[in-house]
């Protein structure tokens, strides 16, 4: 036999006992986007390299030695996409969306990072994204945060996951406590590990939120960068707070909170959850003012998330709020012989016509009673229609219940999609 050619490494199959989950998970956040009245934006999975350094940072870890780059045939260097708030400026701005305009966009699909796999840590992911543009005031940073809480509550899980919110103010004010921080860290040099001081030197917020402890420590009693914040950013972090207490969010100031990419100002926020081990982060997400006019727009106010829809799902399914719910069909159609396929087929089509929602399979591939039954249990099947030579002579078709012990009954064609309902239905 020939060698099998497995899946790359990081990159999962959504297998049909899987998909039914991702479905309903789906299906949930199309209903909540539509309920705020936000609207769905598609980019392509791959765009220039350049969009990615220039948006995400040349100095963090996705852009440094996560994304999937490479040249295409013409020489131009491309990358798959690692997250989609890049895009979606980039779109906004190519097709006019941002300019003079308020726009609430969602979106959904692969993102791709080159990081060790592990559980809640793919380089295939998926994330499901809001990006807000034109809107300034933190009315709309509360309304990203209460779209996201109203998923948790829709699922069941409000109580698994906890917001931590930070304000990082202004470029300048950031600036100048850069400084701050760099003059405090520095005193410290002896107690911070090797990749803290390299951030030190390129990227000093990014220490706030290292994983060593020792480093932690340092940190702990570092200059906050609350205390530095432009009156502006106080106040409009001030409001936020507000507008989260009135609608009865609770969360945490987490004054480390910095996030992994560059592009953020003001507001800042992740929903962590301690049910997923080491990947807790389910959804984060900020305020992003400077990008549109980084990325060549004119400057427009940003606020979004996005969430990560593997950790979603393996959280729902750590907390048992979803079923696999993998059943292929509820009426299984068979065919006793070769001259009553058309009929059956004609059964089924018209069924289909009648009831689109009903998922109506026909058996193929012939075989004798016994196993056409088997293959209706296999399908999930509530009902089985047993179509032979005698019911298609009196355009009659015999309806056997499989999951319960109710009668074999023998009706007319014309009489299904009323004999179904009730069966179904009980
Ligand atoms: P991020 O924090 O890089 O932000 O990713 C957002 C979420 O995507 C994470 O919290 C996590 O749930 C999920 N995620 C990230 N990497 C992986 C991975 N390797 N495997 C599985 N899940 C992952 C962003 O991407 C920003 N674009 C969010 C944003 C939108 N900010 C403003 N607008």
């Not at 791959?46 to 040349?58: C, M, Q």
């Not at 809107?135 to 940073?141: Q, R, V």
């Not at 389910?282 to 992003?288: E, F, K, L, Q, T």
């Given at each position: 036999m020939a060698k099998t050619i497995q899946a790359i490494r990081g990159m999962n199959d959504c297998l049909p006992t899987e998909s039914g989950k991702w479905q309903q998970v789906e299906a949930t956040i199309r209903q909540v986007v539509a309920s705020?009245?936000?609207?769905?934006?598609?980019?392509?999975?791959?765009?220039?390299?350049?969009?990615?350094?220039?948006?995400?940072?040349?100095?963090?870890?996705?852009?440094?030695k996560e994304m999937y780059t490479f040249e295409d045939r013409n020489g131009d260097s491309l990358t798959l996409r690692p997250e989609g708030t890049a895009s979606a400026v980039r779109a906004g701005n190519e097709h006019g969306l941002i300019y003079n305009q308020q726009q609430r966009l969602w979106y959904m699909g692969p993102m791709f990072r080159h990081e060790r796999p592990q559980k809640g840590r793919y380089?295939?992911?998926?994330?499901?994204?809001?990006?807000?543009?034109?809107?300034?005031?933190?009315?709309?940073?509360?309304e990203v945060i209460l779209l996201s809480a109203r998923?948790?509550?829709?699922?069941?899980?409000?109580?698994?996951?906890?917001?931590?919110?930070?304000?990082?103010?202004?470029?300048?004010?950031?600036?100048?406590?850069?400084?701050?921080?760099?003059?405090?860290?520095?005193?410290?040099?002896?107690?911070?590990?090797?990749?803290?001081?390299?951030?030190?030197?390129?990227?000093?917020?990014?220490?706030?939120?290292?994983?060593?402890?020792?480093?932690?420590?340092?940190?702990?009693?570092?200059?906050?960068?609350?205390?530095?914040?432009?009156?502006?950013?106080?106040?409009?972090?001030?409001?936020?707070?507000e507008l989260l207490d009135a609608a009865g969010i609770r969360y945490e100031v987490n004054p480390k909170l910095v996030r992994g990419l560059d592009y953020y100002n003001r507001t800042v926020f992740e929903w962590v959850t301690d049910s997923l081990g080491a990947q807790g982060t389910?959804?984060?997400?900020?305020?992003?003012d400077g990008l549109v006019e980084q990325l060549g727009g004119k400057a427009a106010p940003a606020v979004g998330f996005a969430l990560g829809l593997e950790r979603l799902v393996l959280l729902l399914e750590t907390l048992d709020k979803i079923e696999a719910n993998d059943a292929a069909a509820e009426i299984y159609v068979t065919a006793m012989g070769d001259d009553t396929l058309a009929y059956a087929s004609?059964?089924?089509?018209?069924?289909?016509?009648?009831?689109?929602?009903?998922r109506v399979m026909l058996h193929c591939g012939g075989g004798n009673f016994k196993k056409q039954l088997k293959r209706a249990d296999k399908a999930g099947a509530v009902v089985a229609l047993l179509i032979g030579s005698d019911e298609m002579a009196a355009g009659q078709v015999s309806v056997k219940p499989l999951r319960n012990n109710g009668e074999q009954i023998t009706v007319a064609a014309t009489e299904l999609p009323q004999v179904l309902t009730g069966m179904l239905a009980g």
């Open positions: 705020y009245g936000y609207q769905e934006i598609r980019t392509p999975i791959v765009e220039s390299t350049d969009l990615f350094k220039r948006s995400i940072g040349e100095v963090t870890d996705i852009v440094e380089r295939q992911f998926h994330q499901f994204g809001v990006e807000t543009y034109g809107l300034e005031s933190a009315d709309i940073d509360a998923l948790w509550k829709l699922f069941g899980i409000e109580d698994a996951v906890s917001l931590q919110i930070n304000s990082l103010g202004s470029n300048e004010a950031r600036q100048a406590y850069k400084q701050t921080l760099i003059d405090y860290l520095s005193a410290h040099k002896s107690q911070l590990d090797e990749d803290s001081l390299r951030r030190l030197e390129s990227n000093p917020l990014r220490v706030l939120d290292s994983k060593n402890p020792q480093v932690q420590e340092v940190v702990a009693n570092a200059p906050s960068l609350l205390d530095h914040l432009d009156e502006e950013s106080e106040a409009h972090f001030k409001k936020l707070c389910v959804c984060a997400g900020g305020r992003y004609q059964v089924a089509e018209t069924l289909r016509d009648q009831k689109p929602a009903w």
